[in-house]
């Protein structure tokens, strides 16, 4: 089979070059791991940006192009025709590409505000979704779609358990520049007895002197998440959903506290050592009222917690493709 996975724009928020990679096993993208691992040996895959010009061969049956444009006629389609065409991202600029082959099996992920199809394209066989939520409000406005929760792996070939010092409480991996990823509560809030680690770009909010807070790539970020005991996710649920750093954190086990209010697959895979029998618990569920309090019993047993155990018996890129596969056999008939 043919797979075409249309992965967005040049990043134009930071330097292009972070994601240029020479080698597969470099490569921080998620995504592109996915994209990737979902193809068999005699499978052919290509994965597409807009907005730049590069071509990168990472193996025999992938290909990583820049484009500067997805609008047809475009000389690299010519001779590509995808059975499969994954968009990653609701971004009109798809379309194009979308109506030239009709015939394809379309997927779709957009998450956060844009969970749903974009006004101009809507004929999509799969739909992903990040909360059952999510899942029953596309289901009606997309009733002739395979609209399924979708759980997202994380990179795993830089989000693994690393062994250091134990030097702050808690991770709050989290980009400054986007005001409702929860700076404003975890900094207004937080106990002075808590030592925070914020891995992000700096935010507007002044942050207490119990807060560290600085940008590290992302293929050093397993190495200073294993700094922290445990990890936090605030985000304001009615804009974003399932964040990747709640996969990232548990590959990297370690303990999460999430917000109730967070949109994610929590109902599914998430377990807890106060209300669950596991052995391999990922971290609890916390509301606004008693976070502090939830993070405070956390840091007391974090080391009960065996979430990367959990992690590669549900959450895996192996389970992702898997779970993919399936779907894409199942609208296939």
Same mark, same amino acid.
């Given at each position: ?100 082959? $009709? ?18 394209? $809507? ?64 900094? $207004? ?23 560290? $807070? ?120």
């Amino acid at each position: 089979m043919n797979f075409l996975m249309l992965r967005g724009q040049v990043p134009t928020d930071r330097d292009p070059k972070e994601i240029v990679f020479d080698k597969i096993e470099e490569v921080d993208d998620v995504w592109s791991q996915l994209f990737y691992s979902m193809l068999n040996y005699a499978d052919y895959g290509e994965l597409w940006y807009w907005g730049g010009t590069r071509n990168k061969r990472f193996a025999h049956n992938f290909v990583e192009r820049w484009l500067p444009t997805f609008q047809i006629p475009l000389p690299a389609v010519m001779n590509f025709y995808p059975d499969v065409i994954f968009c990653r991202g609701g971004f009109q600029e798809y379309h194009d590409v979308l109506n030239r082959f $009709s015939d394809a099996i379309k997927i779709y992920y957009g998450a956060g505000n844009r969970f749903m199809p974009q006004p101009g394209f $809507s004929d999509y066989d799969i739909i992903l979704q990040d909360s059952p939520e999510q899942v029953e409000e596309c289901k009606k406005k997309h009733p002739n779609a395979l609209v399924t929760l979708f759980v997202k792996p994380a990179a795993e070939n830089i989000f693994y358990p690393i062994k250091k010092k134990k030097e702050y409480d808690v991770c709050f991996p989290a980009n400054g520049a986007q005001p409702f990823k929860g700076h404003d509560f975890v900094y $207004s809030t937080v106990p002075k007895d808590i030592s925070v680690l914020n891995l992000g770009n700096p935010s507007s909010v002044p942050h207490p002197e119990n807060v560290t $807070s600085y940008r590290v790539l992302r293929s050093e970020m397993a190495e200073h998440i294993a700094k922290c005991k445990v990890g936090i996710v605030v985000v304001q649920g009615n804009i974003d959903s399932c964040p990747r750093v709640i996969s990232e954190m548990i590959a990297c086990n370690t303990p999460i506290i999430a917000m109730d209010n967070v949109r994610f697959w929590k109902d599914k895979y998430m377990e807890s050592i106060v209300d669950s029998s596991s052995p391999c618990s990922t971290g609890e569920i916390a509301y606004r009222w008693n976070f502090w309090e939830i993070v405070r019993s956390v840091l007391k047993h974090w080391e009960l917690y065996q979430p990367r155990v959990y992690y590669d018996h549900y959450l895996s890129m192996d389970k992702a493709v898997g779970f993919l596969m399936e779907k894409i056999k199942e609208v296939s008939k």
